[in-house]
Every structure is written in C-alpha cells, then in structure tokens.
C-alpha cells in the first residue's frame, strides 16, 4: 500500500543539509539567478524599446501640451513544476554504516545531484540551440579557436558584444564557456599575447585577466560532465556544456521588473521527507524541488556554436 500525505514527514535535519550542499561545477543557477515567488504560476511584464526610440522634436509652445507618447508592454509566463526523486533506504543499511557514512544522507547527497544535473543539462541544451538564441554564429575549421593560427576569437567576441549592446542598449557582463572552449582560448596566442604580462600565479587571477579583457565582470565556466548510457550498459561521458561560448546580460539585482537573459523562477524551498515502508522493511528519502528557467529577453545573449574543434 502506497504511503498517504499523513505518512510523510518533512526532515528538518536532511532538508536543511540539502540546502547547505552545493555542487561547486554547476553554473545554471549563476546564469539564470533565482527569483522567490508565491505562486507556482504567474506572469511578468516584458517592455519594449520605446524609451530608446529618438522623438524627433519634444518642445512644448507655451500653453500648449507636451508631446504624448506610448510604450509596449507584453507578458511573459512562469510555470514552476515539481522535480522529485526518492531512494529507499532499508534498516540493514542504516544500521549498519558507521562515520563518517549516513545512507540518509547519502541519499539525499545522490538525489540532488542528479536534480541539479538535470536542471544544468536543461539550460545548456536550452542555449546550445540555435532557434532558441537567433543571434548566433555556428564557426567551422580554420575559423574554431582551437586553431591558434587562423582564428580570432577576441573579434568573434567583440562581434557578439557590439550585437548585444545595438540591440539592447546594455552592455554585456558575462562571459559562458564550455570546459573544452576556456581550455582553448587561454591557450590561444591572441589571449596569451595580450595577458602574458600580467604576472598570472593562479587560476583565479587567469580568469579575472581573461573577463577584463573580454569587458566581462564575471566568466562561468561550465565543466559539469554527464552520463548518457542506459542502466546497466557501458558509461558515456560528455560535457554538459559542450565546445560553445556565449556573451550575456546578467541584472546585478535579481528581479523580475530588471530586463536579463532569464532567471530560475522558484515557488517553493528544497525539502527532504521521509516515509516508512513496512513491506520493504526501510525509509524512503525523497528530496522535492520546484521551479522553472524563464528566458525574459533571448536578445540579451549571443551565441557562438562550435567555439572550438
């Protein structure tokens, strides 16, 4: 017999240890800030470029009115849905594991691994389409920043800022790269000849000369791999971001009134319950979260497909 809402108990301890862990390889969250909001579906005013429209004359006669004018407001939409996993954890196992091992914990630690995986993958595959983010270049052989002779990745760089600030009038401040991409274009000569007298002696000062140079504040880097192999078969191993970069407006203050690339849309807190299963002779940990990735303004990112080779 199935456990009943009466049977299910929220675990303030495993709830508040799934709040404090944070898998350090995982960017979406970075990318697309999370905004709390009451109700799990809603929507939110996206404006259009009328304040940037140059009205050709907006003197006022004496007596006479001022000049009227207009603007478009459209709607955006949110819908946060639940993503769940659970892991029966039997009486044998956790009564017999000893420090610094917890099969409760453990549990969850597994749990939000995989929830946070799927959250990650969702956004990068989002990104890495070419529909989704139309000002884009898709780069091929001599043109791929793996070629360290032919290509020019800072003018490829500088093409997708100057998009992004003619067609928004904002200034983008953060830099995305897939694992491989970054490896690439640190190691391009361009790059090299133009922060080699910096006097680097650790990873942090690299990326901090790299997001000045690229007129970034910030610069993710998105090394999260993934396992696509079914159960049972043989591991196949990627990188969730792949060989792509992208250039983005991100709000410093997170809201849903601040135009940005896009924020993670939360209706609810993680939670961690627990319910018994007597046939199984366990507890079942089942960690619970809910949001949705809302893209507010897809014209606030540039895309560079197949960054390197």
Known sequence: MKPGLRDMAVD???????????NE???????????????RAGKFAKYGKDNLRLETSIERAPGARARSFDYSVSQGSYA?????????????????????????????????????????????????????????????GADQWSDGVNSDPLDDITTARETIKLNTAKHPNVAVFGYQTWRDLIRHPDVIERIK????TDPNMLQKAVAD??????????????????????????????????????APRPTLMQASFGY?????????????????????????????QTVVDSALAYFVKNAVA
């Open 12 to 22: 303030k301890i495993l709830t508040q240890f799934s709040v404090a862990y944070r």
């Open 25 to 39: 390889n995982l960017i979406s969250d970075l990318i697309f800030p999370v905004i709390k909001v009451k109700e």
């Open 80 to 140: 946060c849905s639940e993503k769940s996993l659970e892991k029966i954890v039997p009486d044998e196992f956790a009564e017999n594991t000893d420090d610094p091992y917890d099969a409760k914990r453990d549990a969850v630690l597994f749990a939000i691994d995989k929830i946070w995986l799927h959250q990650e993958a969702a956004l990068a595959d989002y990104m890495a389409s070419t529909v989704n983010l139309t000002q884009n270049v898709t780069l091929a």
């Open 197 to 200: 007298y910096i006097g680097l």
């Open 213 to 250: 140079l690229l007129e970034v504040s910030e610069i993710y880097i998105g090394d999260a791999v993934k396992n696509t192999a079914n159960q049972g078969q043989a591991d196949s191993m990627s990188y969730v971001w792949g060989k792509h970069f992208w250039l983005l407006y991100k």
């Open 264 to 292: 993670t849309i939360k209706d609810m807190d993680r939670q961690v319950d627990t319910y018994r299963e007597e046939a199984r002779v366990g507890d079942v940990v089942r960690v619970r979260d809910s949001y949705d």
